[in-house]
């Protein structure tokens, strides 16, 4: 938050201030609404499920998605709590202490694990985290490992608000190998947290009364679309993985994971009826012409 948003003019303002006095100068026409406090204390909790609950844009709505940009376990820890509690949809993010990995994470409660379903070793050994010797700890973070996982996040809930592309579950990022891992994990049965489990309950509940896939594909192709056809149009078989082969050019070796949108075909001389192939004589029009005017 420091690197990001904070300017050397708004020193003595709290990080809630210093980010929404920044961000409100980037975009003026965004609607900010701040709290400075901490979310694990009892009664602050309560004040964080309610706005949670409360605080849509919508007159007493709830929001759509909650962000995780804390930099300790406790706090999210109290924002899995809060979510679980009222099956909140929410994304968790954070970069690592050496400031050279990160990660995001999308957390459906009872879909997908949750925060205390897989946390980290000083959650689940019940470790209070401000005893911990952190040795080696890089003494300062790097603001371009923290931009990427911020872009990161913030493409996700593009794609999950504006439903496109794929929302991913779990992504990760190592920057001193460029590396990005997907995965996604399932909910633990035996979470910790009784309303993840709650949760869980309540989605296997959706999920088997959900009709089966060939009940969906009957439905599909009882469908009618158009019972006239007034222009003739007619849907023909696309072409074939092999036929689209046998008209492209040749296909350059890439990693998995990279395809070419198109390819160039080798050039070749033009085609005579028969299927010959004539060679280019490399003259001009005027000559062509000429010789054909003597014949």
């Known amino acids: 938050m420091n690197r990001l948003f904070f300017q050397p003019h708004q020193a003595g ?28 204390t ?3 909790f309560t004040r964080f499920m309610d706005r949670i609950s409360h ?15 804390v930099d300790n376990f406790e ?23 050496n400031a050279v ?8 409660p009872g879909e997908t ?45 593009l794609k999950y608000l504006l439903n496109f592309g794929t929302v991913s579950r779990y992504l990760g990022y190592n920057a001193m190998q460029d590396f990005f891992p997907s995965m996604s994990m399932k909910a633990n049965p035996q979470c ?24 969906v594909l009957d439905m599909e192709e009882q469908q009618v679309i158009h019972e006239d056809n007034e222009w003739g149009i007619e849907l023909v078989s696309e072409v074939t993985e092999a036929e689209l082969q046998a008209a492209s ?11 070419v949108a198109y390819t160039i075909p080798e050039e070749k001389g033009h085609a005579a009826s028969d299927g010959a192939v004539v060679e280019d004589s490399e003259q001009s029009l005027e000559e062509l012409m000429a010789q054909m005017s003597r014949m």
């Open 13 to 40: 303002l709290s990080k809630v201030e210093a980010a929404e006095r920044t961000l409100r100068n980037i975009n003026p026409d965004v609607v900010f609404e701040t709290h400075n406090y901490n979310i694990t």
């Open 249 to 259: 050019g040749p296909v350059p070796d890439l990693p998995e994971g990279i395809t």
């Open 113 to 157: 694990a949750c925060f205390a379903c897989a946390p980290p070793l000083v959650v689940a050994a019940n470790i209070d985290e401000k005893t911990l010797k952190r040795e080696g700890v890089c003494a300062a973070s790097l603001p371009t490992t923290m931009g990427v996982v911020a872009g990161l996040l913030v493409q996700n809930v």
């Open 42 to 44: 009892v009664d602050n």
């Open 75 to 97: 706090a999210r820890m109290a924002i899995n709590t809060a979510c679980n509690e009222l099956g909140q949809i929410w994304m968790e993010s954070g970069v690592s202490e």
């Open 192 to 215: 910790d947290d009784r309303y993840c489990r709650l949760r869980q309950e309540e989605f296997q509940k959706r999920e088997a009364e959900r009709p089966k896939q060939d009940e």
């Open 101 to 108: 990995s990160g990660h995001i994470q999308l957390i459906i």
């Open 55 to 69: 605080g849509g844009l919508q007159e007493g709505a709830p929001v759509d998605l909650v962000l995780s940009c």
